[in-house]
């Protein structure tokens, strides 16, 4: 009953490079979309979010990108660095569901020195 | 310092023993909900609370209860653990704003449960 699909699985980069982790959902009924950061040991955190209304928004290195009529929004990390090395998971909240995040499958990144 | 807690960390127990999960936050927070994190299904929600003895189900409560008699704690209860409650638990914890809408949520380290 998966309604976001995240891709790849897992990913590897070299520093320096550009990490692309893509998500596509089914309901258009989506007002809020978050990406969450997990390192080992940790619960996830917070990392970006983007709201249906704007198809781009960027935080530092990080940049989410939103593309409305494709259902599908992605995860860019420039200038990829160790420290990035992580688990990413999207997520996406309902208009019908104030309060219930549905997240995806979560991708592996790894960013070599 | 802001933290939702969780306790223990690492659990090992055996079918049906039951066992509780404490989760709490210092955040003040109405909304607090339960995860369990298993790999290549992500984050699956168990039950959240929108407030003091308000709970409800989330994607897989079967096997948990909870309850939130206090506005900082929210418990999880497994009665009769099985095999396939085997896994990584979150708990997580978040301000409602003006609309009901809880979106940023503050996740607890996490507790590891296997039952044997």
């Known amino acids: 009953q998966q309604q976001v699909k995240q891709s790849p699985q897992s990913l590897i980069v070299q520093k320096g490079g550009i990490s692309i982790i893509n998500c596509a959902y089914e309901n258009t009924a989506f007002d809020y979309f978050p990406w969450y950061q997990q390192f080992p040991g940790k619960g996830p955190a917070l990392l970006i979010a983007i709201r249906p209304d704007v198809s781009e928004k960027k935080e530092g290195r990080f940049t989410i990108s939103f593309n409305k009529s494709a259902k599908q929004f992605s995860l860019h990390i420039m200038d990829s660095q160790p420290g990035d090395s992580a688990t990413y998971f999207c997520?996406?909240?309902?208009?019908?569901?104030?309060?219930?995040?549905?997240f995806g499958s979560g991708t592996r990144l790894l960013v070599r020195p | 310092e802001a933290q939702v807690t969780q306790n223990p960390r690492y659990l090992i127990t055996v079918t049906g023993k039951k066992l509780t999960v404490t989760c709490s936050q210092n955040m003040n927070h109405e909304y607090m909900s339960w995860y369990r994190q298993d790999p290549g299904l992500g984050l699956r929600q168990i039950y959240y609370?929108?407030?003091?003895?308000?709970?409800d189900k989330g994607d897989v409560p079967e096997g948990y209860k909870v309850s939130r008699k206090e506005k900082r704690n929210f418990p999880l209860i497994l009665e009769s653990p099985s095999p396939n409650q085997t896994s990584l638990y979150f708990c997580a914890s978040s301000l409602l704003g003006l609309a009901g809408e809880a979106e940023t949520q503050y996740f607890g380290p996490g507790t590891r449960l296997l039952v044997l």
């Open positions: 609370s929108m407030n003091v003895e308000v709970t």
């Open positions: 997520a996406a909240k309902g208009m019908d569901s104030s309060y219930k995040l549905i």
